[in-house]
């Protein structure tokens, strides 16, 4: 996470030296979404409007699935180009007030990292184990062929993939 990191979402980068937080994250957002505009030829329409348009904010995750396209498509007796990157991952992801269910396929995934925090400040409301709700994101470009997504779960874990493409599919619940 570049912008929106746990410090910055938590309040406390800024707090000794007598700056404003909230200003600090609003500057942040600011370049956030500055950046983004960058990453518009590399999505298409519909991915794009989503990830300028659509917060998930408190929305809940529902499941991570990661597949091996060449292995799946060996067992199945499938047809598959192959790549060098054959790892796709798809999130679920039930928005706040419960209406829809969006979609996140990220395909030609190379490199998956689960961060999951073990110095909690403070007891967390969510379960034992649980990521709890999504609290901010990221999408971004790692390079030119390669763009990164950092979500932040109130938990503090943060889930980062780093893909060649993403796609985002609506449907209701």
Not at 2 to 24: C, M, P, Q, S
Request: with cysteine; charged share 30%.
């Amino acid at each position: 996470m570049k912008y929106f990191t746990r410090e910055i979402v938590d309040g406390e980068v800024g707090a000794d030296e007598g700056t404003n937080w909230i200003n600090l994250f609003f500057e942040n957002e600011k370049r956030y979404y500055d950046q983004l505009k960058n990453l518009k030829p590399r999505l298409n329409v519909t991915t794009f409007k989503f990830f300028t348009s659509v917060s998930l904010h408190d929305s809940l995750l529902v499941s991570v699935k990661i597949v091996d396209k060449e292995s799946e498509a060996n067992l199945l007796d499938k047809k598959y180009r192959q790549r060098q990157y054959p790892t796709d991952v798809s999130i679920l992801i039930l928005h706040l007030h419960g209406k829809y269910l969006y979609d996140l396929e990220y395909s030609c995934v190379r490199n998956i990292d689960i961060d999951l925090p073990s110095d909690a400040k403070e007891p967390s409301i969510c379960l034992p184990m649980d990521l709890g709700w999504w609290r901010y994101d990221e999408l971004t470009a790692k390079d030119d062929k390669f763009m990164g997504h950092d979500i932040l779960f109130h938990s503090g874990t943060i889930l980062s993939l780093e893909f060649k493409s993403v796609k985002v599919k609506r449907r209701k619940k």
